[in-house]
């Protein structure tokens, strides 16, 4: 019988994760904090950030929304957003808006 429960988990699918939390979110977001800063200028700026994380926890696409002048910085946070890494899990893409001070 145990070995049929076990089957029957993990045909079902139990423990899988179908979506990312918002506490891993801001958990890899605080890993990478030092790399973040090292991107900004004087904070004063926050820009608007988005990020398309697979299902097999790599960042597809980061789209920074900083002015003209902020454009380096801007290109930098991206560098470090698209290296962000999370679990995998079992869902479809998710999209994240993250506002980041710049």
């Known amino acids: ?3 049929s429960l076990i089957a029957a988990l993990l045909v079902a699918g139990c423990g ?4 990312l939390s918002k506490d891993e979110v801001l958990d890899a977001v605080k890993a990478r904090r030092d790399d973040i800063r090292a991107c900004r200028t004087d904070g004063r700026h926050i820009v608007r950030t988005r990020l398309l994380v697979l299902p097999e926890g790599t960042v597809s696409d980061v789209d920074v929304q900083a002015p ?3 454009a ?3 290109q930098c946070l991206a560098n ?5 890494r999370f679990e995998p899990f079992a ?3 998710t ?3 993250l506002p980041v001070p710049l």
Request: no cysteine.
């Open 1 to 3: 019988m145990r070995r």
């Open 16 to 19: 899988s994760r179908t979506e």
């Open 68 to 70: 003209p002048a902020l």
């Open 72 to 74: 380096a910085a801007g």
């Open 80 to 84: 470090v957003l698209r290296a962000l």
């Open 91 to 93: 869902g479809e893409p």
């Open 95 to 97: 999209e994240i808006d």
